[in-house]
């Protein structure tokens, strides 16, 4: 009687246990959950999130959950190393249909890093063509993004966290006082031209160095149509203005290097314009380029609106490019003529 007593104290023991620690792994996994919800309604309050909103339907319609754990980490992305872990959330389409599933995966994560690097041009030193994602097959499928077989993911000639954190200081000092001049200004339309004229009266197109980024734009005042088109979505950022960085292609470029291209689309007075700094930077163009409707914009610019176009426009050979080639992506809908000033 008495060793029965024991035995069962012993399994309601290990039961309690048992129920403990699957009580602590579902606190953990509601945490995670809940941390994922809340940075999500962080990135719906701000301004520019247009192409964390693409990340909603066809094989990237998983892209948002990647780009949230990505922004979450958003600190942790300085240091150059941080893992990025997806856990087991790709397990039940890789099981279902593993080839569908991979389908899924491989697009969602080289859209939701597109996504972020182009909403968020203030994480100018991550490279995140060189940030991949690795693949565990376990009990379960287990995704994580890191730099895998490159030493890090920061782009060239950035090395430490101290490094990264004395030039976003640096981009601080150099906007500080163009930003107190813009925030002064009491309408958009003032703030917007002030920007676009700061970029060129400062920026000298060449390539080189950070010329890709808001370091080389802002602080070393060289770059090229990445560069220009970054800084102008990083002001408009600052201001709470909505604003689309743009990629796409054009016709009769004034440079003849210039073909693959980046510009800008933003709303003013409740309708969107076109703004192309790099190319209103060339001699005598310093408005033909500013505040442009559909109809004199598409002259010469094309956007990329597939997949497929995406890729064949930054260059990035890391997605099969045969992998839905077709899938959408959307822009705002331009005013068909140009913006009429007061």
């Not at 895998?148 to 920061?154: H, I, P, S």
């Not at 430490?160 to 150099?174: G, L």
């Not at 979505?233 to 980046?262: C, P, R």
Request: negative net charge; hydrophobic residues 30%; proline residues 1%.
């Amino acid at each position: 009687m008495e060793n029965n007593k024991k035995k069962g104290s012993s399994v309601i023991g290990f039961l309690a246990i048992a129920f403990i620690i699957l009580g602590i792994i579902a606190f953990i996994m509601s945490g995670s959950e809940k941390d994922t919800t809340k940075v999500a309604g962080e990135i719906s309050k701000k301004p520019n999130t247009w192409y964390y909103n693409q990340l909603d339907n066809g094989y990237k319609k998983y892209g948002k959950y990647i780009y949230e754990k990505l922004y979450q980490s958003k600190d942790e992305l300085r240091s150059g190393h941080a893992t990025i872990y997806l856990d087991d959330y790709f397990s039940s389409i890789l099981e279902d249909n593993y080839d569908e599933g991979q389908k899924h995966l491989e697009t969602s994560i080289f859209m939701a890093k597109n996504a972020m690097e182009w909403d968020n041009p203030d994480i100018f030193y991550v490279d995140y063509n060189k940030m991949e994602g690795n693949l565990i097959k376990s009990d379960k499928y287990r995704v994580t993004l890191n730099s895998k077989e490159n030493e890090n993911y920061y782009i060239d000639g950035i090395t430490s966290k101290e490094q990264v954190t004395k030039m976003e200081q640096e981009i601080k000092n150099a906007t500080s006082q163009i930003m107190s001049e813009l925030k002064s200004l009491n309408n958009d339309y003032d703030k917007i031209k002030r920007v676009h004229d700061y970029l060129i009266e400062t920026i000298e197109y060449k390539d080189g160095e950070n010329a890709h980024n808001i370091y080389g734009a802002l602080v070393n005042k060289k770059c090229v149509c990445e560069g220009y088109a970054k800084a102008f979505q990083y002001f408009m950022n600052e201001l709470n203005i909505e604003s689309v960085y743009v990629t796409g292609n054009t016709n009769g470029a004034i440079w003849s290097f210039d073909k693959n291209h980046a510009w800008n689309y933003v709303n003013l007075d409740g309708k969107w314009y076109a703004v192309d700094t790099t190319w209103n930077d060339a001699e005598n163009k310093q408005n033909e380029y500013f505040l442009r409707g559909k109809e004199r914009i598409e002259k010469d610019h094309t956007t990329a609106n597939t997949l497929g176009d995406l890729i064949m426009y930054t260059g990035i050979k890391s997605l099969n490019t045969k992998v839905n080639k077709e899938e959408s992506i959307t822009y705002p809908t331009l005013s068909e003529t140009d913006y009429q000033n007061r």
